[in-house]
């Protein structure tokens, strides 16, 4: 073959390769993300954990302003400047764009007769009478 033709077909495949985009990789999100979230009076503590994350971060809304923390692994904990219900946004990354996201409310009280969030109201009662009692 002619030297010249080489070239040209050479430089052909070389042109038509460079106009084929490789697909971009496609990020596999975390899965199965569970929140925790303990409550001592006016201190969260927010424990985040999922399958497939590399990294985790929690926003604490309060009022006009939040707070983020961001973490490895374990949880974030965060305090309250005063009582009452809060938003609480908990994230597991895969990278800095894909991640999946819960979103939870929390209620904080600096009254130590106010129950923690989630706590029981009541408690065991023993029956004062039942079947069979004689």
Request: glycine letters at 6%.
């Amino acid at each position: 073959m002619n030297k010249q033709l080489m070239t040209i077909l050479t430089l052909g495949v070389v042109l038509i390769g460079a106009c084929i985009k490789p697909e971009p990789p496609v990020a596999v999100l975390p899965e199965n993300i569970i929140t925790t979230i303990n409550t001592d009076f006016l201190s969260v503590n927010v424990e985040v954990t999922a399958d497939k994350a590399n990294f985790y971060n929690v926003t604490f809304f309060e009022g006009s302003d939040s707070i983020i923390k961001e973490f490895q692994s374990g949880s974030a904990q965060h305090a309250f400047a005063d009582s009452g219900v809060y938003v609480i946004r908990s994230r597991a990354f895969a990278s800095y764009y894909d991640f999946i996201e819960t979103w939870d409310t929390v209620e904080v009280s600096s009254d130590p007769s106010t129950p923690p969030s989630g706590a029981p109201s009541g408690g065991y009662s023993t029956p004062l009478t039942y079947n069979g009692m004689t």
